[in-house]
């Protein structure tokens, strides 16, 4: 089964593999990436996205989410790459991450990556049948009709509430002071707020709450109607401009400062010569001991 997405869209895509129970894999191309859905009798098992696309990777999402040091992400990549492993079983038989942990972003995984598929509006999709068995460190397998229930209100409802924030990069952070019911949150927003001690960030805030960017973005923008969290626009890198700007005072102020001592040696060479010269020389001696000898 293959075809053009712009003839079958993505929706009936997934409701035919599932309503007919099949397995195998369904690659879905546009905007030059390629994901590939693992579906096990009708159900999705498992994601592999484009490997250009590193941000919806398993390994950046986890080490975006604190679980991983960028060092730590690179050793696991090499050991994967010797021994075969997936990276979620790695770092389970690693003791990084729990069984429990690593089904919830394996799911956080597929969502993202359905979510993406389905903004695609020209592209290609192949599915090719054969036996799919799940995962053993994977969670349960996903009905693809739930998950698309969630997609169809990804795609009517995201650009609005983002439309609410800075239209670029921006930062989130708590109002201080505010008193809080934790019990009147959703469990999305709860989820969010307790994340919010972990970054500035909004993505690495959703990725260490586990939400995807709808689900993240629809907490925030609850949580300021409640006016419980302050956004500001930020200017990508300005931190290191500002870092930048601090180290050129510094040196500038050492270099005025060496300039400084420069000048007051050189005055300081400068009178002793003319002390040596002038007040030191045999005509300045020999008037002085004529006035010694005088008085």
């Given at each position: 089964m293959q075809g053009k997405i712009a003839d079958f869209g993505i929706p009936d895509?997934?409701?035919?593999?599932?309503?007919?129970?099949?397995?195998?894999?369904?690659?879905?191309?546009?905007?030059?990436?390629?994901?590939?859905?693992?579906?096990?009798?009708?159900?999705?098992?498992?994601?592999?996205?484009?490997?250009?696309?590193?941000?919806?990777?398993?390994?950046?999402?986890?080490?975006?989410?604190g679980y991983l040091t960028d060092s730590e992400l690179k050793r696991i990549l090499a050991s994967q790459g010797t021994g075969g492993s997936k990276i979620g079983q790695l770092l389970v038989e690693k003791g990084k991450i729990s069984k429990e942990v690593l089904a919830r972003y394996l799911l956080l995984q597929i969502k993202e990556c359905l979510f993406e598929v389905l903004t695609l509006r020209e592209g290609e999709y192949r599915f090719e049948g054969f036996a799919v068995r799940p995962p053993q460190w994977g969670g349960e397998a996903i009905r693809p009709e739930v998950l698309m229930m969630e997609g169809m209100q990804f795609l009517d409802e995201y650009p609005r509430i983002r439309g609410t924030f800075p239209p670029a990069a921006f930062r989130v952070t708590r109002k201080k002071g505010e008193r809080i019911d934790?019990?009147?949150?959703?469990?999305?927003?709860?989820?969010?707020?307790?994340?919010?001690?972990?970054?500035?960030?909004?993505?690495?805030?959703?990725?260490?709450?586990?939400?995807?960017?709808?689900?993240?973005?629809?907490?925030?923008?609850?949580?300021?109607?409640?006016g419980l969290i302050e956004v500001s626009s930020a200017v990508p890198g300005d931190r290191a401009v500002a870092a930048q700007r601090m180290r050129e005072a510094i040196a500038f102020?050492?270099?005025?400062?060496?300039?400084?001592?420069?000048?007051?040696?050189?005055?300081?060479?400068?009178?002793?010569?003319?002390?040596?010269?002038?007040?030191?020389?045999?005509?300045?001696s020999g008037t002085f001991m004529g006035w010694v000898d005088f008085f």
């Open positions: 895509i997934f409701q035919l593999v599932s309503s007919q129970a099949k397995s195998g894999s369904l690659a879905i191309s546009g905007n030059d990436r390629v994901t590939i859905f693992l579906f096990s009798e009708g159900r999705i098992v498992d994601v592999q996205p484009d490997r250009r696309e590193s941000r919806s990777l398993l390994g950046t999402m986890l080490r975006d989410a934790p019990n009147a949150f959703s469990g999305e927003e709860r989820i969010l707020w307790k994340a919010l001690d972990f970054s500035e960030d909004p993505g690495r805030v959703f990725r260490k709450a586990c939400l995807t960017g709808f689900e993240g973005i629809k907490a925030l923008a609850a949580l300021r109607e409640r102020r050492r270099r005025f400062e060496a300039f400084t001592m420069a000048l007051w040696a050189a005055a300081g060479v400068a009178a002793a010569v003319w002390i040596h010269r002038g007040l030191l020389s045999h005509v300045a």
